[in-house]
């Protein structure tokens, strides 16, 4: 599977951007879909996932919980993140990553198979 992620850019703190991350080359439906960042010096961190098929179960790290919104089109093999109300700490390096795993790991980068080259997000103060 091939992924490629797109929409970052720089913002201003309480600004959105929408990210999205295309797929090719698999089953796109069988695949949890989850969302990563990394800033600089600091560790990859999870930020949302969904659910593979069509069950739609959505997951967040409670420092995006509330502003941030993951879905998946199954028919275009997307996956996007709406992500709203930015603050400068939300400056990072997003990628995104596909992956087939027990619900209670999905929060595990390591339990992803397939990851994108990451699009940059940067927010201003």
């Known amino acids: 599977v091939q992924l490629q992620a797109s929409g970052g850019g720089l913002v201003q703190a309480g600004g959105s951007l929408r990210l999205s991350c295309a797929a090719s080359?698999?089953?796109?439906?069988?695949?949890?879909m989850a969302w990563f960042r990394q800033a600089p010096g600091k560790e990859r961190e999870f930020v949302a996932a969904?659910?593979?098929?069509?069950?739609?179960?959505?997951y967040y790290a409670d420092s995006v919980k509330g502003r941030f919104t993951i879905s998946r089109d199954n028919a275009k093999n997307t996956v996007f993140l709406q992500a709203n109300s930015l603050k400068p700490e939300d400056t990072a390096v997003y990628y995104c990553?596909?992956?087939?795993?027990?619900?209670?790991?999905?929060?595990?980068?390591?339990?992803?198979?397939?990851w994108g080259p990451g699009t940059l997000v940067t927010v201003s103060s």
């Open positions: 080359g698999g089953t796109f439906s069988r695949y949890v």
């Open positions: 990553a596909a992956g087939s795993m027990v619900l209670s790991a999905i929060r595990q980068w390591q339990m992803y198979n397939y």
């Open positions: 969904v659910s593979r098929y069509g069950s739609g179960y959505t």
